[in-house]
């Protein structure tokens, strides 16, 4: 089976840097997703990691260690656009399993 | 359509009522998912289709949901004597190459479903 954990609630400041962590155990591993979710909407496709690193792309990042069973999320210049439930997903054999979603409020 | 569309965004049912609920994918895209998301929990994964079979229906959660899909488009998912606890968000997703291989899922907006 799959087990995924991230944090429930983050508060960060606008313009500032925050990383939402995730950490998985799963019976198989074909890359971890990342999406953002704004309230009342669909999920939107914000990262994928297959390999172990770093994958930028704008202003978010994201990481992988498989080993370890860990990503973040990294978010820089964060704008208040930015609140969002963040939802880390892992690639088993054939399906998603995501993980309950990170709300995160950015404030002025 | 340009993206994935659902219908109807909202459904207010009585329980014990059957509901259908349709998603159009992606044109294209081969592969179909369904999940449900309730208040405070993650997607959960219902049903996988690859064109029209289902290869992967181990999230249904009772015999009262079905799903099927034809011509390898439109899917519905149909949810029979209704019950409270079934209410919640119904979001479909379409990739284009399918479960094993790595494309991106894309979502529709959902159906909000409320049994009362």
């Known amino acids: 089976g799959q087990n995924i954990d991230q944090p429930t609630e983050m508060t960060a400041t606008e313009g500032a840097i925050v990383q939402i962590n995730c950490t998985y155990q799963?019976?198989?591993?074909?890359?971890l997703f990342w999406y953002q979710q704004h309230a009342g909407e669909a999920p939107t496709f914000l990262s994928y990691n297959v390999l172990d690193g770093l994958e930028e792309k704008g202003r978010f990042s994201s990481f992988l260690s498989r080993s370890k069973g860990y990503s973040y999320l990294l978010l820089k210049e964060l704008q208040m656009k930015d609140s969002a439930s963040y939802l880390c997903a892992v690639k088993g054999y054939s399906t998603l399993t995501f993980g309950k979603g990170t709300m995160l409020l950015v404030s002025p | 359509g340009a993206g994935v569309s659902q219908s109807p965004s909202n459904k207010v049912t009585e329980k014990g009522k059957d509901v259908e609920l349709r998603c159009d994918p992606i044109?294209?895209?081969?592969?179909l998912y369904w999940y449900r998301q309730s208040l405070g929990q993650g997607l959960e994964f219902l049903i996988y289709?690859?064109?029209?079979?289902?290869?992967?229906k181990s999230g249904l959660p009772s015999d009262r949901f079905s799903a099927e899909r034809t011509g390898g488009s439109v899917s519905t998912l149909t949810i029979q004597r209704t019950q409270q606890e079934d209410s919640a968000v119904y979001l479909c997703?379409?990739?284009?190459?399918?479960?094993?291989?790595?494309?991106?899922?894309?979502f529709g907006p959902g159906t909000r479903l409320t049994v009362l």
């Open positions: 289709f690859q064109g029209n079979s289902a290869p992967d």
């Open positions: 997703a379409s990739s284009l190459a399918g479960a094993f291989n790595t494309d991106t899922q894309y």
């Open positions: 799963t019976s198989g591993f074909n890359g």
């Open positions: 044109s294209g895209h081969t592969a």
